[in-house]
Nanobody
Framework: QVQLVESGGGLVQAGGSLRLSCGAS????????MGWYRQAPGKERELVAT???????TYEDSVKGRFTISRDIDKNRINLQMNSLKPEDTAVYYC?????????WGPGTQVSVSS
């Protein structure tokens, strides 16, 4: 069983920054993709950013230019640097890792952005 644990959430004012990290109990390069989803109250979970094992990255349109996904192979974790945060970024952020056909999830970390 793979375990993922997020850290780095919190409360920040609009325009501020946060950095999320996700540690995995298995080598991150063994996963096909890893990344981040988020779910705001009353909304469906949406994909925020992904990174493949080869390092290809994709972003949801609303975060392009503000969020950056990265990985630290030595520390076996992925990160999400979030800049220029907006109130609409408020959500629970979930780390995921996919090893087809299985998908693993972290418990989530709350990000709250005040206006």
């Amino acid at each position: 069983q793979v375990q993922l644990v997020e850290s780095g959430g919190g409360l920040v004012q609009a325009g501020g920054s946060l950095r999320l990290s996700c540690g995995a109990s298995r080598k991150i390069l063994t996963f096909n993709t890893m990344g981040w989803y988020r779910q705001a109250p009353g909304k469906e979970r949406e994909l925020v950013a992904t990174m493949t094992s080869l390092g290809a990255m994709t972003y949801e349109d609303s975060v392009k230019g503000r969020f950056t996904i990265s990985r630290d192979i030595d520390k076996n974790r992925i990160n999400l640097q979030m800049n220029s945060l907006k109130p609409e970024d408020t959500a629970v952020y979930y780390c995921y890792a996919r090893f087809h056909p299985l998908t693993y999830w972290g418990p989530g970390t709350q990000v709250s952005v005040s206006s």
